[in-house]
Structure formats: structure tokens, C-alpha cells
């Protein structure tokens, strides 16, 4: 028998960049939220001493254990899906501040195409030019409309950075400078721009100087010390949770955050939220947390199979396409970040110092940018080089055809070393009414509970827009003056690999409850105390990474949270009803 705690205002599922923000808003604006997170507790003091390529970027140390949760996998409706098994092949965060303390930093805002993708695309292509079953929509904001909130996250996170000579309007400069540009970088700006192109320095996470955000957090300099994506930052360089949002909730007093506590089930009464039941995963003692709104902010994963175990929404069914939880599923496969490979004989470049969003960007073929009237796809991708930071293990690159062992092998991987750069297009991904998420009926967790289960295939969109993508950066890698150049392979088919981050919807935005789940502020159409916030609000996956869009809506969510509590309920945006059942 689960013991029933006292009632709070708010409670708060998860403690990355969405729960993290929502619960420093709210508790800011003196409400009692309660944050509840999986996994441990952690401090920046437990990153001190651990730039250990093996333990971290190896053998995953800050990766999720997937030995009972996890998700399971296949390609078509009618495959037997398995569960996905291996850290590497699927990178969740857990434990205080989530897998928002182990990302890179790179820092992209989305494009005013992408929140009007069917509209603009039709207006410029006309309709045929979106394939039957694909599942694209307005997402029911504009980017003017989302693009103060893109601005405030970028303060909290202290974002380093120049605007992209090719993007939508900004109401202000990034907070802080872009990063140094490293001699790979450098090359890499001036050999786009010698064949046209408009490249700039990708915006970061990583600090490019000491700031101070508008919440009083201080970060610190970055010291380009390449152990950071897979990694907690020991400097305090890393826009974070918890070098921003978690210590600016604990500071309120109002915010009180329980760590090993996972929850299983969202408990509603006549089509209100009434709380969370959670089990404290040391003792396996089980908890009802009573509030006025819950939150879930628990990655696209959690968010839906937690609403679907708890029976809220409809559950998509690809047959019909009726059903909105677990529909739009996509995000960033083995289709994405894909490009060209450069081996240069006469030039040597330091890859031992990095940061993980420290690059150049050029954007030139990104969103409806370009003309795609004579292409055979839509949207398209942004092309980066990357200066992580190979450690020793990572550093070891061949040309292809070079044995896999033997004298060739150790001869041309120390010649190489220092002597590789790729450069990659990160490619936008569409839904697509086969691509969903739902049950498992076979493979359940510790508790008996059902995994969740993803249906994806590639298409020959993903496949076109790949094979475009790779062919731009091979023109740039030869402008850079490669040698050798190798260009990366295109997939047959889905590999079941999630790694990163980037998997989105399930709980997707729009303007019609019939094909959306929730509103422009998270709101659940048919739960109005339910927010449902992070990627899984996402309708489409453009074409870079997801944190700021996912940072700034739910700055948006603790918007409409406070407007909700104070004007005593009901929806905060009025369902449309659309003849374009996307
Ligand atoms: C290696 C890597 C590199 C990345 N690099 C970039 C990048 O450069 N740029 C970019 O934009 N994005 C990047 N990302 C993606 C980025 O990390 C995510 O978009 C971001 O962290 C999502 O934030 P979130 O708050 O939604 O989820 P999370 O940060 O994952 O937080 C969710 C939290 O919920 C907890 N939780 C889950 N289920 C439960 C439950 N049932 N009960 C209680 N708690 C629960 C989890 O433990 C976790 O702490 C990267 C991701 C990875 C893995
Ligand atoms: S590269 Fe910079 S931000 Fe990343 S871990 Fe090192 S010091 Fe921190």
C-alpha cells in the first residue's frame, strides 16, 4: 500500500534542462513543486578526477543501466521488437540533472520553417510535394512566437555564440562571444566560404568566458579539456542543470527535490491529474505525491510510456492513424550525420583539445533554404565540423581499405592521428505514419510493468536527403585540400542504435486534438492539470540538435503552469480543428 504524502502544487517528473526549468520557474514564482528523479544524487565535486576515456566514453558510466528498463525495438509493424540492450546503442541519462549533464553543448535554435513546415511547404511546392503518410504539421506556434523563450534559455544556459548569417531574427545577441576557432575550424570556415557558403562559429554550452545568468549562477571559463560529451563538467563550463536551474529551484526554499525516486504511474480521478505514485528504488517503499499539476519532464521515453501505463490518451494505432500518444515518433539515426572524411598528408591539427560545441556550422542547406523543387525530399540538414576531442582510445582513423590489424594498420593510424577531420550533415528526420511508439506486448521490467516499443523505418526520404548531405561535405573536405577522402556509406536499414539523445514525439504539439496531444503551452488536451514537456512535444526532428527548442517551450510550459494556477484551471489554448488530418 503505496503511503499518501502531503499535497504540493506542483510536481515535477524528472530533473534534466525540462523538469530543471519548470521547477526553478514555478518555485521562483512561490509555489510548493516537488521534483522527483530515478536516479541518484550527484554534485559537481563527483566529476573531479574522472577524465577516464575507458570508464565514461567505453563503458558508459553515465548512461542509464538498461539491464530492466529500457525500450525494444524493430523496423516494420509485425516484427517481433527486442530490447535494446547495450549502453552504446542508447545513450538516456539518469541520476540528479539527467543526461542534460552528459550532452555536448552544440546549440542550434530551429527554424521559422520548421513551426510552419506543411503550410510553407505547400505554399512554395504545393501539396504533392508532401508524400502520402507523411505526418508533418504546423506545430501550432510560430518561431516569432517561441523566440523570446528561446532567448531566455539562452541566458540561463549562458550560451557562447554568433549568430548564423542564414537564420531567422534575434531579439539579441547570444549572452556570451562565440568559442576561439581553432587552425581545423578556421580551415573549415574559409574553405566554405571560398566555394560560397555562409559558415560562422557554432553557438555552445561551453562557456567562452566567466558569466553570471540572469538567476545569479555563475559558470566558469571553458578550458577545452575534450572529456565532455559523455562527461559531467569539474569546472562548472558546461551549461548544465546543475550549474543553472537546480541549485536556482533549491535556493527558493520552495522546491524540494527526492532523487531514487521513479515513478510508475500518473494517478488521475474523473479526467484530473491527482498526482504520482513512485517507488524509492532503495527500500522499494511505494509513494503517492498528491499536487494541484503534474509534470512530466521525464525524456520522450518516460513521458509516453508513463502516460500509457496510466491509461491517459489514446494510444496511437497505425491501422487506423487514430490515437495520438506514441504518434510522430522520430529523432536522429544511422541516416543522420553523415558526410565526408578527410586524411591530409601535409597538415596536422590537435585533437587533444576540444570542447563537445566547439565547431563551425554552415547552414546554407538547412530547412527550405535551398530550392527543392527538382529534389526528392523535403527540409534538409546542417553540415559541421566538430571539435570534441578525441582522447587516445577515439583517436585512431584509417582510410578506408586499410587492413583492420597488422604493420599497415599501426603505420597509417600513427601517421593519421593528427592529420583527420570529418565533416558531417545533420540531416532533418520527418514522422511518418509507420514510425510510432507503443507496448511491448512480450518484455516487461522489474516491476511487470510493459517496455515500451518503437516501430521505426528508414524511408527513401531519409535516404535521399543523406545522399545530398554527403555530397556537400564532400565538396568542402576537398575544398579544405584532403588527400584521401572518404565518404560515409549510406544504411540499408534502421540499426536499432538510439544513440544520443535525439528521439522526440509521442506527446507532439499541435492545434487539433484529433492529431495532437497536447497545446502550445504542454498542456494535455484531455488532462488540463497535466504538462507533458521535453522532446516528446516535438511533431518533426529538424535538422540540429533538440535542447534549446526543448529549453525553450518549456520555459513556455512554466508559462502556462503559473497562468493555469492562477486562473483556477481550464485549457489555455483553444483546440482547432484541422481538415489536414497530419
Ligand atoms: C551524448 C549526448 C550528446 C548530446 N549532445 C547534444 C548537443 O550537443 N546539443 C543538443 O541540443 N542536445 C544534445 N543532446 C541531447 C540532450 O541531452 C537532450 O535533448 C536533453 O538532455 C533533454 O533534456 P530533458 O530534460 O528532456 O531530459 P533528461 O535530461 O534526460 O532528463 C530526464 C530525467 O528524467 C528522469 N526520469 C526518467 N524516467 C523517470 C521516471 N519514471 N521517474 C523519475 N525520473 C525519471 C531521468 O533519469 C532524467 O534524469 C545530447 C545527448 C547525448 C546523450
Ligand atoms: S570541454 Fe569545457 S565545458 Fe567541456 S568538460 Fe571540459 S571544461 Fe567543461
Redesign the pocket.
Known sequence: MAKKLEKVDVVV????????IVSAELSKAGYKVVM????KDQTRSDFIGVKDELRYTNRHEM??KLTGDTITSRVSIGDAALPVRLQKDM??????????????????RWRSYDFEIRSKTIERYGEGKIPEGMQIRDWGITYDELEPYYAKWEQTAGISGEPDPLGDKRSNEYPNPPMLASPAIKLFKESAKEIGLHPYQMAS?NMSQTYTNPDGETLNQCMFCSFC??YGCDFGSKSD?LATVIPTARKTGNCEIRTN????RVIHKDGKATGVL?TDTRTGQEFEQPADVVVL??????NNR?LMLSDIGEIYNPETRKGTIGRNFTGQFNSTFLGATGFFNDKKFNYYMGA??LGGAVSDYDADLFDHTDLDFIHGGGIELRQYGDAAIKNNFVPKGTPTWGEEFKEKSLFYAFRTLTVWYSAAVMPWWHNFMDLDPTYKDEFGDPLLRITNKLTEQDKNIAKFGIEKCTEIVEAMGADIIDQDELPDQFDHAY????YIGGVAMGEDPETSAVNNYLQLWEMENLFV???SALPHFSS?????T?GAL?YRAAEGIEKYLKESGGLLTKPKSSSVKA
Not at 36 to 39: D, M, N, T
Not at 297 to 302: P, R
Open positions: 517528473v524528472g530533473s534534466g534542462w525540462a523538469g530543471g522527483l528523479e530515478r536516479g548512461i542509464e545513450n538516456t541519462g539518469t541520476d540528479l540533472g539527467g543526461g542534460s549533464m552528459h550532452w555536448a553543448g552544440s546549440v542550434y554550452g560529451t559523455m542543470p525516486s521513479l515513478v510508475r513512485y519532464a521525464a525524456f520522450t521515453f518516460s508513463l563537445g560545441g544513440e544520443g539523445m535525439h514537456v521535453g522532446g540540429h540538435h533538440p535542447t534549446p526543448i518549456s
